[in-house]
């Protein structure tokens, strides 16, 4: 995390921090919650911000603990940072609401 200082909130998609106030939103302080929203919503340079501020390692550590990533996210963060899918809260938890069939 020694990069943090040449990245900030503003260098991400707009969307992705839409209900919060970006001036109280911290690096550190907010890691799980600004990873679990650059994986879930962000695009493909959100992701590589996200590497360079954290890295793959301590990405992969906060990912396993969220609950509710869907799959293909699921998929692709297990595939980068060869974590097996079965080591993800989000793969051994079952949600309360099931989704709707993809018809």
Same mark, same amino acid.
């Given at each position: 995390m020694? *990069?943090? =200082?040449?990245?900030?909130f503003d260098?991400? !998609?707009?969307?992705l +921090?839409?209900d919060? =106030?970006?001036?109280? @939103?911290? +690096?550190v =302080?907010n890691? $799980?919650?600004?990873?679990?929203r650059?994986?879930?919503?962000?695009?493909?340079?959100d992701?590589?911000?996200? &590497? $360079?501020?954290?890295?793959i390692?301590?990405?992969?550590k906060?990912?396993?603990?969220? $609950?509710?990533?869907? =799959?293909k996210?699921? !998929?692709?963060v297990? @595939?980068?940072?060869k974590?097996? *899918?079965? &080591? +993800?809260?989000?793969?051994t938890?079952?949600q309360?609401?099931p $989704?709707?069939?993809n018809?």
């Open positions: 020694e *990069k943090e =200082n040449f990245v900030s260098s991400f !998609s707009k969307h +921090f839409w919060v =106030n970006i001036e109280d @939103l911290d +690096f =302080n890691k $799980k919650y600004v990873i679990h650059v994986l879930e919503y962000g695009l493909m340079e992701w590589r911000l996200l &590497n $360079k501020i954290y890295g390692d301590e990405i992969g906060i990912a396993i603990t969220l $609950k509710n990533l869907d =799959n996210t699921l !998929s692709f297990s @595939l980068l940072t974590i097996p *899918k079965e &080591n +993800f809260s989000c793969y938890t079952l309360s609401h $989704k709707h069939w018809f």
